[in-house]
């Protein structure tokens, strides 16, 4: 039986990687941080089946700890600031979570076992004001955030460990990917919430920041089956995870509305307020590495990603 440990496995991206390790066999360990309100609930379906121990990025004593006692034979390492508009009022905080994390991980591996196989989870927000369209392993970084900078110090330090260390190390340069169990604060279910709150009369409008925005937007439940399989071959490399398609929040809203047989334009309101200091106005994958090299591709549509949503979140709301 593997053994592997998740970092934020209380996150969205954890909850179904777990999901996926469970139904292969494996033994997971998650790591979440100490709070006084601990918040399981995307986990809570799994807490007979997985450990959950705490441990932080700040501190290299905890991670050192988790490697001990429990030995992985993979390490995913999902934890960050990863709310990109908290980037700038946080920008501290996100540097020494999301970059400097990495590199407190990476080193415990390092000094405890270079043998164990790790996963670093990486962002389309590094590609942000993009050189090249559509995006792929090759294309300059260009980040428009805090939080794009900092990934792309960890995604550097992740392929440095790699040389320096012969390290297997793993980057996934993922792409926008949502589902039911992503947080409200983010901006594919503040509509989904919205359209399902508007539908059922609890609220008036969706106030929202840029409409023309361009996503590429897939299932989460679809690139954790990536991150797994970039770690079951022979050698580590980098890999661009995405559909290859481009939507704008306008055409999210228009098929999430749609789905309940509204128009988004009666109750979708721009407001300044939500608009990012620095936008990122493009992005789109170019995954044909990871269909060729691990033999992925995505599942669920983009139509049936938002439809899905607001499914969820209208049976979440007539409970």
């Not at 900078?149 to 996934?172: L, P, Q």
């Not at 992005?283 to 060729?292: G, M, T, W, Y």
């Given at each position: 039986m593997k053994t592997a440990l998740i970092t934020g496995i209380t996150g969205q991206d954890g909850s179904y990687l777990a999901e996926l390790l469970l139904s292969k066999g494996y033994k997971v360990v998650g790591m979440a941080r100490r709070t006084s309100t601990v918040k399981y609930d995307r986990v809570e379906h799994l807490l007979d089946e997985i450990i959950v121990e705490q441990g932080d990025l700040h501190d290299q004593g905890s991670l050192l700890a988790l490697l001990e006692e429990y030995k992985p034979d993979e390490v995913y390492n999902l934890a960050a600031q990863s709310f990109v508009p908290a980037s700038w009022s946080q920008a501290v905080l996100t540097a020494e979570v999301t970059a400097l994390g990495v590199t407190r991980l990476l080193e415990a591996i390092r000094l405890f076992d270079r043998s164990i196989r790790f996963y670093q989870a990486s962002s389309s927000e590094m590609f942000g004001k993009v050189m090249e369209v559509p995006q792929k392993e090759s294309t300059p970084f260009y980040p428009r955030s805090p939080y794009?900078?900092?990934?792309?110090?960890?995604?550097?330090?992740?392929?440095?460990?790699?040389?320096?260390?012969?390290?297997?190390?793993?980057?996934?340069?993922?792409?926008?990917?949502?589902?039911?169990?992503?947080?409200?604060?983010?901006?594919?279910?503040?509509?989904?919430?919205?359209?399902?709150?508007?539908?059922?009369?609890?609220?008036?409008?969706?106030r929202l920041g840029n409409l023309d925005a361009r996503r590429d937007w897939g299932f989460a439940g679809d690139y954790v089956e990536a991150m797994w399989l970039m770690l079951q071959q022979e050698k580590p490399e980098n890999y661009v995870i995405g559909t290859g398609e481009t939507y704008a929040v306008r055409e999210f809203c228009e098929h999430a509305f749609g789905f309940v047989d509204l128009d988004y334009n009666d109750y979708v309101v721009q407001d300044p307020r939500f608009y990012r200091p620095a936008?990122?106005?493009?992005?789109?994958?170019?995954?044909?590495?990871?269909?060729?090299?691990?033999?992925?591709?995505?599942?669920?549509?983009?139509?049936?990603?938002?439809?899905?949503?607001?499914?969820?979140?209208?049976?979440?709301?007539?409970?």
């Open positions: 794009g900078v900092a990934k792309v110090y960890g995604h550097w330090i992740t392929i440095n460990y790699r040389e320096s260390y012969d390290i297997f190390a793993s980057s996934g340069i993922l792409f926008n990917h949502e589902s039911p169990r992503r947080g409200l604060e983010f901006v594919t279910r503040k509509i989904t919430d919205g359209v399902a709150r508007i539908k059922l009369g609890m609220q008036k409008e969706l936008e990122v106005d493009l992005l789109i994958s170019d995954p044909s590495k990871a269909r060729e090299e691990l033999g992925w591709e995505r599942k669920v549509s983009f139509k049936g990603l938002v439809e899905m949503m607001v499914q969820a979140d209208l049976e979440r709301l007539q409970k």
